[in-house]
């Protein structure tokens, strides 16, 4: 098992920046990717962006790219997320996830094996 726990979210102002970060604990050998996805209210969680644990490759949604960073440091077990020039619609719960095998498209929820809690990302205007 790999438990994720999430921390770093908070309230902002448009254009400002948070860093989210998500600390694994376990199992965390058998990780073979991890990602960030949101859910706003009313609406269903998506995709935000992934990174391969080994190599570091990364992965955005569109939506993302250029503004977020996801970044990992392998010693520490530790994923993070950088979001920068934050708009109001990025408002949501952030989780983090984890893959113990690649699912085929790291973009899609179904492939992760391990979720966090969230935490909650508020962009005010």
């Known amino acids: 098992q790999v438990q994720l726990v999430e921390s770093g979210g908070g309230l902002v102002q448009a254009g400002g920046s948070l860093r989210l970060s998500c600390a694994a604990s376990?199992?965390?050998?058998?990780?073979?990717?991890m990602g960030w996805f949101r859910q706003a209210p009313g609406k269903e969680r998506e995709f935000v962006a992934a990174?391969?644990?080994?190599?570091?490759?990364?992965y955005y949604a569109d939506s993302v790219k250029g503004r977020f960073t996801i970044s990992r440091d392998n010693a520490r077990n530790t994923m993070f997320l950088l979001m920068n020039s934050l708009k109001p619609e990025d408002t949501a719960v952030y989780y983090c996830a984890a893959e113990k095998s690649y699912s085929g498209n790291l973009r899609q929820l179904i492939g992760y094996d391990y979720w966090g809690q969230g935490t909650q990302v508020t962009v005010s205007s």
């Open positions: 990174i391969r644990w080994s190599g570091g490759n990364t």
């Open positions: 376990g199992r965390t050998f058998s990780i073979y990717a």
